[in-house]
């Protein structure tokens, strides 16, 4: 089946520094999606990306929809505590309902 | 809030047990999904709805377990004779039907199963 490989799988960061985090597939997708979520909680969407080569911003967080539609980044710029957490991507196949998800990127901030 | 919302958050059950969980999405969305989610996993597609019609099973969704959605309002997933690699977050989602319309999780029911 589809699978999203996501990287890294854990950052270790200094307050105020800039993250990044990729995903990577064989398959061609449709829609890109980036999710956080926090202990106990669910997933939380940060970015949809509908179109190759999109470039979309909300707040400190930008994320591209590679060119190639087999992957996706999310950036975060001047990272803050609360940006702490576990950072999902998702791609969604053309004609399907389901998403598909990475393993995830866990980010710890030492202040 | 309006989000989505699932009760209950917990359950603890004894192997062999039945359970049942509810989702309530968001009221306008029509497309009801279920995923699961093991520790260190991202979350994995088990079923969805359009409506009231179930449309999608994945290979994962065995026999014991049954979801229904009668009004296509609220669903629940019901899993029978429960056992220990059922253990994990339960999270339900849903959207509309619209093309660039994005998948919103509500915050999950956690089943340990002992």
């Known amino acids: 089946g589809q699978q999203l490989n996501q990287s890294p799988q854990s950052m270790f960061i200094q307050e105020g520094e800039d993250v990044s985090m990729n995903c990577t597939s064989s398959?061609?997708?449709?829609?890109w999606l980036w999710y956080k979520q926090d202990p106990g909680e669910g997933p939380v969407l940060l970015i949809a990306l509908y179109k190759a080569g999109e470039l979309t911003s909300n707040g400190r967080l930008t994320a591209q929809f590679g060119i190639t539609r087999k992957d996706s980044f999310l950036n975060i710029s001047a990272s803050i505590p609360s940006d702490v957490g576990i950072y999902f991507c998702?791609?969604?196949?053309?004609?399907?309902?389901?998403?598909?998800f990475g393993q995830g990127t866990r980010l710890t901030i030492n202040p | 809030d309006t989000g989505v919302s699932q009760d209950p958050r917990h359950k603890i059950t004894k192997r062999g047990q039945n359970v049942t969980f509810r989702c309530d999405p968001i009221s306008e969305h029509n497309r009801l999904y279920w995923y699961r989610q093991t520790l260190g996993q991202g979350p994995e597609f088990l079923t969805y709805?359009?409506?009231?019609?179930?449309?999608?099973k994945s290979r994962l969704l065995s026999d014991r377990f049954s979801a229904e959605r009668p009004k296509g309002s609220f669903s629940t997933l019901e899993i029978q004779r429960t056992e220990q690699g059922d253990s994990a977050m339960y999270l339900c989602a849903s959207r509309t039907s619209g093309d660039h319309s994005p998948l919103h999780f509500g915050n999950g029911t956690r089943l340990t199963v002992t």
């Open positions: 709805f359009q409506n009231e019609a179930q449309l999608e």
């Open positions: 998702a791609g969604q196949l053309k004609g399907a309902q389901k998403l598909v």
């Open positions: 398959s061609i997708f449709n829609t």
